[in-house]
């Protein structure tokens, strides 16, 4: 059986010790997802934390022959696209959007043994800015079908149950969404600046 | 290039490095498509660009608070926990059985509703078909039989209609 469907037969039960190795296991792809899709650190855990709740709460219903995996994703994209709608209907002001770039950019931190030289950490930043602005115009079904294809949790006939959708019109959706990413970033992609990055892969920190 | 091994093998790459043995098979494929190269390695560059964007951090009581928000939830009344033994019943069936219920019932109603009104409408017509096909009386029966006959009379009367003229 898959340990994570064994896992939940125990939540099923009400054990919280098996919910929390659950919690443990998918918190970072599922808060990727989130922070992919809503570009919102905070939001991004809140929204997380609710599709663990909702895990919980619906353990009854959870059936074993469904793969974890594709179950708790499939929650998280219903949450995820609700707080787009939601957004969309009611846009706020984000408190953290009023600080100013710059002093965003300095609230960041980065682990110091890999603290790069001010250009590099210039350049990194840039890059990563042009490449979540390029994700952020993508249309939500192919920005969500790129953040799912970078988990290594799910497979193409996953991340298609996921979305709902056959393996050809999301393999589509990820092409169209690929090429669309390759057209804006096209001068980083000549340039080769992805290549001065290499290796150097820095999580994401909140604004303290 | 539209060659299906090719397709697999940027699939593949989209997801994970290639294997060895991939890139030894990509090289052949490139090697007799040159003009696809270009394309290869902007797909490579964007791929890279996204594998190496920085994950989010997440808190590091986050675990902590999940489970504290599950442990907090109120305990499930008795009827949801009976309901819960029955897991092939589609999620949020509750709202649709209602919904269901409800259109049933409206539906029996108008059926009713119609029901009755038909009725009615029927019922007004064999009243006013009986008000205009009333018997006559009895009175307007006596002569019947005379008048009766002089239908059947089947030889003029010529001295009676000498007479008459």
Redesign the interface.
Known sequence: MDPDAALMLRVKNGDLRAFEELVQKYKHPIVNVMYRMLHDLDEAEDLAQNVFVRVFQSAGRYEVSAKFSTWIFTIARHLCLNEIRRRGRHPAQSLESSQSEEEEQGARQYPDGKTPSPPQAFLHRELERKIQEALAELPEKQRLAIALCQEDELSYEEIARVLGCSLPATKSLIHRGRETLKGRLKPYLRSGAWEEAENETLPVKRCS | MQNAEYQKLK?AS???PLTAEERARLRELLAARPEARASWE??A??T????????????TN??A???Q???R?PAKPAWR?RL?MF?WLP?GWVPRAALAAAMVCSGMLSFHEYEALHRAHEARAVASVSRLAALPSMDWLENFDTINRLNKVKVADDDLLTVLQ
């Open positions: 699939e989209w997801r994970r902007e797909d560059a964007l890279g660009l996204l594998r190496r964007l920085p994950g989010a951090d997440v808190s986050f675990t608070r999940v489970v928000a599950a442990g939830l926990r819960e897991p999620a």
